[in-house]
């Protein structure tokens, strides 16, 4: 089963972010052959980190629900609130396999929080650019909750129009790049 979560930064917490990124490190280091997609989220300044995204298949909710608040940042305190949701990976492939590679363009987490009928539950046509894309599910995968998308696009409006309009309670557009060990 495959979970997208996004560990959210409390303010402030930047030094104590600083001090535990081996240790973060490390414990995403163990789930390495699970991770489909992992970044940290930035503030318009593109400097400072907002919070942290991991995309995981895991074998249920408990899993996740364990490798969401076990993680250091987590236990530590540095972040705010936690989105976990089963996720689909629609593009059937990880960020490593993604063609653009890990630099070049601005990066971009788009996160559509549902309201209604489900929307976007297709790949785009225009695939080039998207690094993951996916519904956000509840825990039986029953219920479309939203999507979330990773992508590469000139600005954040244009990353923005990867999902449609007027579909969604709300729409998210933050900076990302690609995580992990360089």
């Known amino acids: 089963m495959e979970y997208f979560c996004y560990h959210r930064d409390r303010p402030d917490s930047v030094t104590l972010r600083e001090e535990l990124l081996e240790e973060h490190w490390s414990y995403m280091d163990r789930y390495a052959?699970?991770?489909i997609a992992r970044g940290p989220t930035f503030a318009d300044d593109g400097e400072t980190p907002t919070?942290?995204?991991?995309?995981?298949?895991l074998p249920d909710p408990a899993?996740?629900?364990?490798?969401?608040?076990d993680e250091p940042n987590y236990q530590a305190?540095?972040?705010?609130?936690?989105?976990?949701?089963?996720?689909r990976n629609l593009l059937g492939?990880?960020?490593?396999?993604?063609?653009?590679?890990?630099?070049?363009g601005n990066r971009y987490l788009v996160l559509g929080l549902g309201a209604g009928q489900a929307a976007d539950l297709a790949v785009p046509a225009d695939r080039d650019d998207l690094i993951a894309y996916g519904p956000l599910l509840?825990?039986?995968?029953?219920?479309w909750l939203g999507t979330?998308?990773?992508?590469?696009?000139p600005d954040p409006d244009t990353a923005r129009a990867v999902l449609?309009?007027?579909?969604?309670?709300?729409?998210?557009?933050?900076?990302?790049?690609f995580g992990g060990r360089r």
Do not use: C, N, Q
């Open 33 to 35: 052959k699970e991770m």
């Open 51 to 57: 919070g942290s995204v991991h995309i995981v298949d």
């Open 63 to 69: 899993a996740a629900r364990a490798f969401a608040f």
């Open 77 to 87: 305190g540095v972040y705010r609130d936690v989105l976990l949701r089963r996720w």
């Open 93 to 104: 492939r990880t960020m490593w396999d993604f063609p653009g590679g890990r630099t070049g």
């Open 138 to 143: 509840s825990d039986d995968g029953a219920a």
């Open 148 to 153: 979330a998308v990773l992508l590469r696009s």
């Open 164 to 177: 449609t309009p007027g579909r969604y309670a709300d729409i998210e557009v933050h900076d990302w790049e």
